[in-house]
């Protein structure tokens, strides 16, 4: 029987002879599927949202990250960070922060910036302590002085962009309409390699 005529007791007796294995890759391979088209999706809002971008938008794109749960219960698109990955000298990979993070500007553009200031570069000093007591009974109420940075100039904030929260209603619309056709291909698939079709 041709798989496209299958009604749904056919799908059922075809998938209680896979294995544990067998539906985990079945299950990976259309998530994987669809989550690429939804990260298409993503990148098109990325490429809409006015944000500027320097050199190859192509590898902006590329922070759009694709995530398939390895035992087959989902997927995840984000623009988050995993945390960086140590090299075989046991160093951190390249452009990572003091917390081991990787910080693609992507992330920071979805979800906006708090207004940044340049390092202190002038201090000013407070006077720490009962003064009133030191002139009244000297030394041991002495006060100290605290040094205070002051802020340097203002290096402006990163509005957020939004692009993903954005891409959301059509993500779910492209997935709810997507995800069926490609489980059953990858079922398919996976029946023809394993010899039951």
């Given at each position: 029987m041709d798989p496209k005529d299958y009604t749904g007791k056919e799908w059922t007796d075809l998938l209680r002879g896979?294995?544990?294995r067998q539906i985990?890759?079945?299950l990976k391979r259309s998530y994987r599927k669809v989550g690429n088209g939804a990260k298409k999706i993503a990148a098109?809002?990325?490429s809409s949202?006015?944000?500027e971008v320097k050199g190859s938008r192509s590898d902006w794109e590329k922070g759009i990250r694709l995530y398939v749960y390895s035992k087959g219960g989902g997927f995840m698109l984000t623009v988050k960070a995993r945390a960086a990955k140590k090299n075989g000298s046991g160093e951190l990979s390249m452009h990572t922060n003091r917390k081991g993070f990787k910080k693609p500007v992507l992330m920071?553009?979805?979800e906006g910036t708090h207004e940044r200031f340049a390092k202190p570069t002038k201090f000013r000093y407070e006077w720490t302590g009962h003064q009133k007591l030191w002139a009244r009974h000297g030394a041991a109420y002495k006060p100290k002085r605290r040094k205070i940075g002051i802020a340097g100039l203002k290096r402006g904030r990163m509005p957020a962009y939004?692009?993903?929260?954005n891409s959301e209603p059509e993500t779910f619309r492209y997935v709810?309409?997507?995800l069926v056709k490609e489980l059953e291909t990858a079922t398919v698939k996976v029946a023809k390699k394993a010899g039951f079709v």
């Open positions: 896979f294995s544990n985990r890759n079945t098109r809002k990325l949202s006015g944000l920071w553009a979805e939004d692009f993903m929260k709810e309409g997507t």
